[in-house]
């Protein structure tokens, strides 16, 4: 990855990292379940893509914690979507759980999505990379 951290947590531990397959009710993608065991999340400097926040699951500032966006978008992402970073302006990058595209990170436009008491849809996302490792290899700093 060309870009820096502003931020980089230490690795999540094995135990929290089982904890969120439990809730998710199934293992994580290689790519992301190796991330996290070097690093749970971070603050990102200037991108392309405009990735702020990476979301970790142990002592981080509330606004990256991989629990509360767990939370706050149950229902409003397609439920094969987790969320795991966050853009300047509030969209999404979530890791696809379906088997036909396990591991492939997708962008989820926050101001295309589906109104409030309406099941989530697909109209607002779109695939940036086949896994994690490689979206975050793609960043590229702004000039």
Same mark, same amino acid.
């Given at each position: 990855?060309?870009?820096?951290?502003?931020?980089?947590?230490?690795?999540?531990?094995?135990?929290? !990292?089982?904890?969120?397959?439990?809730?998710? %009710?199934?293992?994580?993608?290689?790519?992301?379940?190796?991330?996290?065991?070097?690093?749970? %999340?971070?603050?990102?400097?200037?991108?392309?893509?405009?990735?702020?926040? !990476?979301? %970790? +699951?142990?002592?981080?500032?509330?606004? /990256?914690?991989?629990?509360? !966006?767990? *939370?706050?978008?149950?229902?409003?992402?397609? /439920?094969?979507?987790?969320?795991? /970073?966050?853009?300047?302006?509030?969209?999404?990058?979530? !890791?696809?759980?379906?088997?036909?595209?396990?591991?492939?990170?997708?962008?989820? *436009?926050? =101001? =295309?999505?589906? *109104?409030? %008491?309406?099941?989530?849809? =697909?109209?607002?996302?779109?695939?940036? /990379?086949?896994?994690?490792?490689?979206?975050?290899?793609?960043?590229?700093? +702004?000039?």
């Amino acid at each position: 990855m060309v870009v820096t951290y502003l931020r980089q947590e230490l690795p999540a531990s094995p135990h929290l !990292i089982s904890q969120l397959e439990q809730r998710l %009710g199934q293992s994580l993608p290689p790519s992301y379940h190796n991330y996290l065991l070097e690093q749970d %999340g971070g603050r990102l400097d200037n991108n392309h893509e405009a990735v702020k926040d !990476i979301f %970790g +699951l142990s002592n981080v500032p509330g606004s /990256a914690s991989m629990w509360r !966006i767990l *939370d706050t978008y149950h229902n409003r992402v397609p /439920a094969w979507l987790l969320p795991v /970073a966050r853009d300047e302006y509030g969209n999404l990058f979530a !890791i696809s759980l379906r088997s036909e595209d396990l591991g492939s990170v997708w962008f989820w *436009d926050h =101001e =295309e999505e589906a *109104d409030e %008491g309406e099941p989530p849809t =697909e109209d607002n996302i779109e695939r940036k /990379a086949s896994d994690w490792l490689s979206f975050l290899d793609s960043l590229q700093p +702004l000039q």
